[in-house]
């Protein structure tokens, strides 16, 4: 693994740092726009006083703090694979180049000793699972590995109350920050009810910091809503989902392919409206990881 030597020095003088994954570099926005959102993404956590480490894999070694070069090179080369916990030892062995997902972008960051974690959606139960047992690997990393990630909740692509359902049975902690509905993405309110909420970034703090303490593995899952200003048409993101859905399904897309399939047939069916929203939940999301991880380090 390749830590970089900015990542190194605040780690060792106990100073806030935020992972950063790089699949929805590679596969969840389009070029130019990508890069443009991971260098924007990366600011916004400096400008809050903590150190981005933007995670990759290059050329089989993975990378925790990629340069600036190196998430352009992630935005706009062809054929990354997109890297999930179950791929991670290929792409090692065949120094490939891959993007990692939540689940190994999670691996990585523990390796790492990173703790808190930014991103845009997690994955979770897609709908009609209880079929297809189409279930991200993400929920399994939350359930194993000690990394607080900060979305924004559960991608209203998947089935979200499922979704719930598994991570209580894995003992996921979830939080809803600020808003008595779990957040979905795209809109602002899932009308789906969380049962735990929280304030403040301190409050966040404390939880981890207590799960830490008392020896209980496995993640935190803080779900982040888009601001109201955002946030985008329900009726109209209900029927563009169900279209985008419907066309998958008839185009047999399956498997790691269906995420990223969704998002591009949204972006394209909002007229470029669902990207937007995607790049100032993630905005938002960094900034307040930035604050978490920092309250986090008071408290310590
Ligand atoms: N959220 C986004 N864009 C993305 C993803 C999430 O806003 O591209 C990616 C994440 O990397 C997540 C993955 O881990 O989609 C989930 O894929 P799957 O459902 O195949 O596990
Ligand atoms: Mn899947």
Redesign the pocket.
């Given at each position: 693994m390749r830590i970089a030597k900015k990542v190194i020095e605040a780690l060792n003088n106990k100073r806030p740092v935020v992972a950063l994954?790089?699949?929805?570099?590679s596969?969840?926005?389009p070029y130019p726009r990508n890069v443009e959102t991971a260098l924007m993404v990366e600011e916004v956590i400096e400008k809050e006083g903590a150190v981005p480490a933007t995670i990759g894999i290059i050329d089989g070694e993975p990378i925790i703090g990629m340069s600036k070069e190196e998430i352009e090179e992630f935005g706009h080369r062809k054929n990354i694979k997109?890297v999930?916990r179950k791929d991670l030892p290929i792409v090692i062995a065949k120094k490939e180049w891959g993007?990692?997902?939540?689940?190994?972008?999670m691996i990585l960051a523990a390796k790492a000793k990173i703790e808190v974690f930014v991103?845009?959606?997690?994955?979770?139960a897609?709908r009609k699972a209880q079929e297809t047992f189409?279930?991200?690997?993400?929920l399994e990393e939350l359930e194993n590995t000690d990394v607080t990630v900060i979305?924004?909740g559960i991608?209203a692509i998947?089935d979200i109350p499922l979704t719930l359902e598994i991570l209580e049975t894995k003992g996921v902690t979830v939080l809803s920050y600020q808003s008595d509905d779990i957040a979905d993405?795209y809109t602002r309110h899932s009308h789906i009810k969380a049962e735990n909420v929280v304030s403040s970034p301190y409050e966040i703090a404390e939880i981890i910091k207590a799960k830490r303490d008392f020896n209980l593995k496995g993640g935190i899952l803080v779900a982040n809503p888009i601001p109201e200003e955002f946030s985008m048409d329900e009726t109209m993101m209900n029927q563009v989902i169900n279209e985008a859905l419907f066309e998958a399904d008839k185009d047999h897309i399956k498997?790691?392919?269906?995420?990223?399939y969704l998002?591009k047939s949204i972006v394209k069916k909002t007229g470029g409206e669902s990207l937007e929203a995607?790049i100032k939940?993630?905005l938002n999301n960094a900034s307040l990881g930035a604050k978490v991880a920092r309250e986090l380090i008071k408290l310590r």
């Open positions: 994954e790089s699949t929805i570099i596969h969840g926005m997109k999930s993007a990692t997902t939540v689940a190994t972008t991103t845009g959606g997690i994955g979770g897609h189409d279930i991200s690997a993400d979305s924004s991608k998947l993405f498997g790691k392919d269906i995420t990223p998002l995607n939940l993630v």
